[in-house]
């Protein structure tokens, strides 16, 4: 059984397995195909991405890749929490250059379903913090883009108590939402 909550945007989705527990421990269906396709939930998820962030406050993101080797994610984290960050890049959407926020832990054994069409991003809040998340198609170097974390006109609220932020020199040049081609009409 999977619960399922759409956040703000609506195609954006909480997700939260059940988990069987007895004196052992415990058991989850982390992903069923079936559960989600009941739910009118389709995907064929082609590729697992597993990423480990020693310090609080490591800011991976806003990345994503354009048609027509967008992706869309199925995000959890299996050790530790993060914040995590989608923001609405389709131009001609009424939440374009929109943001939300969902904290995703391993204590609340939740996850979150992004659609092609958001970038993406997140920060960790407690150290050796791990993230697991599918995707729709493989990685593409050539399609892949990178927006300002924060950028001002998105103006993402991030826990500022972990500032400053460990960032990646990609992540640290990245352009505004301005300036970036996101290929999503």
């Given amino acids: 059984m999977i619960e399922i909550r759409p956040l703000e945007f609506g195609d954006v989705l909480e997700i939260v397995p059940k988990r069987h527990c007895d004196a052992r421990g415990f058991f989850s269906e982390t992903w069923s195909r079936r559960a989600l396709a009941e739910a009118g939930i389709e995907l064929e998820f082609v590729q697992d991405n597993h990423s480990r962030s020693a310090p609080a406050g490591t800011l991976r993101g806003l990345h994503f890749q354009i048609p027509p080797r967008a992706q869309a994610k199925l995000i959890r984290v299996v050790r530790g929490a993060i914040m995590d960050v989608v923001v609405d890049i389709r131009k001609g959407s009424p939440n374009f250059g929109r943001w939300a926020g969902l904290e995703v832990s391993a204590e609340k054994w939740n996850q979150v379903l992004i659609p092609s069409g958001y970038a993406h991003g997140f920060v960790t809040l407690v150290p050796e913090t791990e993230v697991v998340y599918k995707v729709t198609d493989f990685y593409s170097p050539e399609q ?17 108590h972990l500032a400053p932020f460990e960032l990646s020199a990609n992540d640290s040049a990245a352009p505004l939402l301005a300036e970036v081609d996101t290929g999503f009409a």
Avoid at 144 to 149: E, L
């Fill in 144 to 160: 892949c883009r990178t927006i300002r974390y924060d950028d001002p006109t998105i103006g993402i609220v991030w826990p500022i």
